[in-house]
């Protein structure tokens, strides 16, 4: 168990026993991340201020259903996804969740992947990936989290997890190198006929 | 990666200051799905209790008689703590477990009732009641299919709603499948007592009016964990 996790587990335990300040400070902590993950889900939906703070609110009523013994970030994504998918259940008219926006979802770009293209290329790849796979990958590269606790998170079992992530590392891999090498035959090509003008 | 963010939105400080009482913190699923056995137990003796054992027990053996019930009341307490992860956002189990552990149920419920027929074909409704109700009863089998069919789901209802209570605070991404899982617990625990009371033990009667009682537990499950699940988790809902 990490430092941080052990601090979050305190945190909890006095959140559980009335603390105001305790809550402020899981808010503080978790509340950028998790932001980022419901970012990731709804597609960069405006929704995205209100799921949080659900989620958070989820977190407040239901703070009884935590038990000292779970890694709490591994929880509170759980609730996260949870408050996320029933929204989404719960309000198929709801046609804001179902609406990208233009930009897209910001996360940070993965360090396995930052050699491979510019954070907007790895960002459109990855909105590209089937969103099981980017899910995974996103879980476990950008958010730092065991194949166990995704396994947990996603009802699926620890091998399937790493599966998807993996997957989808790969064809994000193949997704930039092919954009890179139609890139360089688009480049040289250009240079191509910029020659032949200047040599007639 | 914890980065520091601004403090919480004003709204939502409010409402967590409104309520912010202390709480004791849930059991694991595992206690929680033992803390059920007890009620499960209650339950299921008092039904053999009210209605008396079944005539034939010594015909069936204590294995295939208490043996069998008990496998089927383990099973039940595995539905239950099934149910319980799946009511947790970190802990589901992943869905081949649990189709595979609702799938087995269901067999071991068909294989009891095969053997149990199989071993003693009793098809006489020898009830502790007076010879013209028993006579009754023999004439018209459908009305011991339906007390037992109706008998089973009031007293698997009930366990559904102790159930229930005590999974107040889950969190299932999939509240159907949740209630339907502590409900086919609460069916199949019911179920292991009302058979060693139950004293007809044809597999229509079995499979028609307490496989029926099982299969309306878990559908009671599953609309009360649908209900409350759509009801807890829908933005703008009731905030404390």
């Known amino acids: 168990m990490s430092e941080g996790d052990r601090e979050l587990r305190a945190l909890m335990v006095r959140y559980q026993a009335g603390s105001l300040e305790a809550f402020e400070e899981i808010y503080a902590r978790l509340a950028p991340a998790v932001r980022r993950y419901l970012s990731h889900l709804a597609g960069g939906s405006e929704i995205v201020a209100d799921l949080l703070q659900e989620t958070f609110l989820q977190m407040h009523r239901s703070r009884a259903a935590y038990n000292p013994k779970y890694a709490v970030r591994p929880w509170v994504f759980g609730l996260a996804r949870n408050v996320f ?3 989404r259940r719960a309000a198929r ?25 510019s954070q907007d290329q790895i960002r459109r790849g990855i909105a590209d990936l089937p969103p099981d796979q980017a899910e995974a990958l996103l879980l476990h590269h950008e958010w730092g989290f ?5 396994a947990g ?34 480049r040289e090509s250009f240079v191509r006929k910029l020659l032949k003008r200047a040599g007639a | 990666m914890m980065d520091r963010s601004p403090k919480p939105p004003e709204a939502l400080m409010r409402a967590i200051a409104h309520d912010i009482r202390p709480v004791r913190p849930s059991p694991q699923p595992f206690r929680l799905a033992l803390r059920m056995v007890p009620l499960a137990l209650l339950v299921s003796s ?28 383990v099973l039940a307490i595995m539905l239950v703590w099934i149910a319980a992860r799946e009511s947790t956002p ?18 071991v419920v068909v294989f009891v ?48 709603l102790l159930f229930r209570q005590m999974f107040r605070n889950s969190l299932a991404t999939r509240p159907t499948v949740a209630g339907a899982l502590y409900g086919a617990g609460a069916g199949l625990a019911i179920n292991a007592g009302w058979r060693i009371a139950c004293p007809v033990s044809t ?34 809902g009731k905030h404390p």
Request: charged fraction near 15%; include cysteine.
């Open chain 2, 90 to 107: 970190a802990g589901r189990l992943p869905k081949q477990v649990v189709y595979s552990a609702t799938i087995a149920a269901s067999l």
């Open chain 2, 203 to 236: 597999p229509w009667h079995a499979l028609g009016a307490h496989g029926a009682a099982i299969v309306a537990t878990v559908i009671l499950g599953a609309l009360i964990g649908r209900f409350l699940g759509n009801r807890k988790l829908q933005i703008g």
């Open chain 2, 113 to 160: 009732t095969l053997l149990t027929f199989s071993t003693s074909p009793a098809n006489e409704p020898l009830l502790r009641v007076p010879p013209r109700i028993n006579e009754m009863l023999r004439v018209s089998p459908w009305i011991m299919g339906f007390a037992c069919g109706i008998g089973s789901t009031l007293a698997g209802g009930v366990l559904v």
């Open chain 1, 146 to 150: 065991r194949f166990e606790e995704i």
């Open chain 1, 153 to 186: 998170m996603l009802g699926i079992t620890a091998a399937a997890a790493r599966a998807r992530a993996s997957r989808g590392m790969a064809d994000l891999r193949l997704a930039l190198n092919s954009l890179h090498s139609s890139q360089s035959a688009a």
């Open chain 1, 93 to 117: 008219q709801w046609a804001k969740v179902y609406e990208p926006r233009e930009d897209l979802p910001e996360f940070a770009v993965l360090p396995e992947a930052e050699r491979l293209g």
């Open chain 2, 46 to 73: 008092v039904i053999v209790l009210a209605i008396g054992p079944r005539h034939d027990l010594g015909i069936l053996g204590p294995l295939l008689a208490w043996g069998a019930s008990a496998a089927q009341f």
């Open chain 1, 85 to 87: 998918l029933m929204n």
